[in-house]
């Protein structure tokens, strides 16, 4: 079983829709989370830290479930600039010394 | 505050030859990770380093080795270069204490041929 889990998608919608992506993790010693984005052939850029009290930055929610070893990532009034691969990263630590575990990334294309 | 800036940004390589590629951090990073990622899956952890030492390494074999300077910036080194060591590979500096924050480059695409 993989570490991090994500549905590979891709997801396609049209503009102002919500979408929500999914991720589980089977590390239960993980200790901190985020979404990342990956545009087509760039770098992957942190989008959000993931809290269990769940967070919310504009049109972009996350939340984490511990006891389910799930987050999630909601993205409200979708963008076409929105269009790109969800990275899912959880990693063991709160220090910047531990690596970083991706999962394999959700590709969304948002439509007009 | 300058980022993290690799290079090269491209690179063409035949098997069994050698690469290097290289890697500044962050202005007040300490720390450079490498992941190399392959097409179609999420970064992969190759190893890190801190104080010029390698404090942490992912399932890669030895033949990907690195280096870091007093400056902390990086080297990676693959030797006896396999097809399917075609990827992007991509350095991250971060900061050993305090917030979590790590900051990645642009990477290098590398195709072995």
Known sequence: ?112 | ETGVTQSPTHLIKTRGQQVTLRCSSQSGHNTVSWYQQALGQGPQFIFQYYREEENGRGNFPPRFSGLQFPNYSSELNVNALELDDSALYLCASSLVQGAMGYTFGSGTRLTVV
């Open chain 1, 1 to 112: 079983r993989k570490e991090v889990e994500q549905d590979p998608g891709p997801f396609n919608v049209p503009e102002g829709a919500t979408v929500a992506f999914n991720c589980t993790y089977s590390n239960s010693a993980s200790q901190s989370f985020f979404w990342y984005r990956q545009d087509c052939r760039k770098e992957p850029k942190l989008l959000m830290s993931v809290y269990s009290s769940g967070n919310e930055d504009g049109r972009f929610t996350a939340q984490l479930n511990r006891a389910s070893q799930y987050i999630s990532l909601l993205i409200r009034d979708s963008k076409l600039s929105d269009s790109a691969t969800y990275l899912c990263v959880v990693t063991a630590s709160s220090s910047g010394n531990t690596p970083l575990v991706f999962g394999k990334g959700t590709r969304l294309s948002v439509i007009a």
